[in-house]
């Protein structure tokens, strides 16, 4: 008796053991543990690349007599070069981008703009340092002779005429300014005044007029006007000769600091802002743009710009970036993923891939040339979870650099009570968890066949010596 119970103890256990396993590797996490295996395995970030460059050591890099600046890729939005850039500083007359951009966007050209009383008192309150071209109360003037006569000549009526024409109020409309600078994505903009008036609240950044001026040349026509030598504005009603204008930019009415990429950009000045300049420029495709504030004097702010347009497009590559070029590693990548999940009840639900469009880089690293690659180092799928979502980085990898600039977006969800019948895929995996499932199945055939006979035998013996010990058997 006894050894039949150990018998029975130790079948017990052996198939306690086999069932553990089996549940072990049907409840189980998958890693695909692929090594980076590049020089530099820390990867940059989209976010990381907006400043990285700023840390390249980088030979002939301009001394700029501006305490505020910034060199900014339009493309790729990376910052070349910059101080104080998100500091917050009096633009003055760099104001007027903003509200000539919101004129190009809101406003057709050919309409008429009556000055109202209110613009005429607006106007009485500019003083007489601020440049003005002379509008008056009842004069009926273009949209386009207005937008022109802000860019051109900086014409602070102008500008505030435009305001107010379009938000019934000055401050109405420097709402709609800060509404239009939070759209752009400025965080530290405000503006209270439609023209530039120097007040301690009326602020912005060097970043964030590199974004506003960004998308003005790149969503308007602000280029074409910005880019104008003279414009004439045709007799009105209040003002009975034309008026020449004539643009105060040095980059298109001099020689001395004409630029020839330069696509637009705007002054400025009060006592308290000091000179300060933004401007963009395009060469080869590429478009960056500067902002200065508080420049030594009118004319270097010229020189500091196109010292640093020439350092950017001297020293950086920016480089654009296609979801075409990484379809192949993305289906590899999907289908690594489904090998791993076609011995559970997960499946891929969909998928997504999100790029950057542009990556900038120095110009000594481009010309080494770069590999792309996805970064699967880090995928791990549970299999007990109902869904989850993995983020696999898209890297393009230089020889001491790696720049992610994508992401590869993989929704996974369990499957449904509904079978699909699918080719079964064969892995390492899958023959492990097979063979166990098998070893189970089989030692529990075995074990419970020897209890059987182990049984059968006991009562065959048992029955003998009953038989045995009966009396008819004594005789």
């Known amino acids: 008796m006894f050894k039949i119970k150990h018998i029975l103890k130790t079948a017990c256990s052996v198939l306690l053991i086999a069932t553990m396993m089996t549940a072990l590797f049907s409840n189980v996490v998958f890693a695909i543990n692929e090594d980076f295996d590049d020089p530099n395995d820390d990867l940059i970030s989209q976010n ?6 700023l840390n390249e050591p980088v030979e002939g890099a301009p001394e700029i007599s501006a305490s505020t600046y910034i060199l900014y890729d339009a493309d790729s939005g990376s910052i070349l070069r910059g101080n104080d850039y998100n500091v917050q500083k009096e633009p003055a007359s760099m104001t007027k981008v903003m509200t000539v951009l919101l004129a190009l966007e809101r406003l057709d050209l050919t309409e008429i703009v009556t000055i109202t009383p209110a613009m005429a008192e607006g106007f009485a309150e500019i003083t007489d340092d601020y440049v003005k071209l002379g509008l008056q109360e009842g004069e009926e003037i273009t949209v386009k002779d207005l937008v022109y006569a802000a860019v051109l000549k900086s014409a602070n009526d102008a500008s505030l005429a435009l305001g107010m024409y379009m938000g019934g109020t000055e401050q109405a409309f420097c709402n709609i300014m800060n509404e239009k600078a939070v759209d752009i994505g400025c965080l530290n903009t405000h503006f209270s005044s439609a023209y530039g008036l120097s007040t301690p609240d009326n602020v912005t950044t060097a970043y964030d007029m590199a974004l506003i001026l960004n998308e003005a040349v790149t969503n308007t026509s602000y280029t074409e006007i910005a880019r104008t030598y003279s414009y004439t504005i045709a007799a009105t009603n209040k003002y009975s000769d034309t008026r020449e204008l004539t643009n105060a930019n040095r980059f298109i009415s001099t020689t001395e600091y004409g630029y020839d990429y330069y696509i637009g950009g705007k002054t400025g000045f009060t006592d308290t802002a000091g000179y300060t300049l933004c401007a963009a420029a395009r ?18 702010r010229y020189a500091d710009l196109i010292h640093l347009f020439e350092y950017g497009y001297s020293n950086f590559t920016t480089v654009q970036v296609s979801e075409t070029e990484f379809l192949p590693l993305v289906d590899e990548a999907r289908g690594q993923i489904e090998s791993l999940l076609s011995t559970t009840t997960l499946y891929i639900k969909d998928q997504n891939v999100s790029m950057s469009s542009y990556v900038t880089t120095t110009s000594s690293r481009a010309q080494l040339g770069s590999t792309n690659k996805i970064d699967l180092s880090q995928v791990v799928i549970d299999t007990s979870a109902d869904s989850q979502t993995i983020n696999i980085p898209l890297c393009k990898c230089y020889q001491d650099k790696n720049y992610i600039v994508g992401c590869l977006t993989v929704n996974i969800e369990q499957k449904t009570a509904i ?3 699918t080719p079964e895929k064969h892995t390492q995996l899958t023959t492990v968890r097979g063979v166990l499932i098998s070893f189970a199945v089989i030692s529990g055939l075995i074990l419970i066949t020897i209890i059987a006979l182990i049984i059968f035998r006991h009562q065959v013996l048992k029955r003998r010596k009953m038989e045995e010990s009966k009396p008819s ?3």
């Open 48 to 53: 990381e690349q907006l400043t990285d460059l």
């Open 283 to 300: 060469k080869d495709g590429r478009t960056l743009i500067g902002v200065v504030f508080n420049a030594a004097d009118s004319s270097i």
């Open 419 to 421: 079978v699909e019948i």
């Open 473 to 475: 058997n004594m005789l």
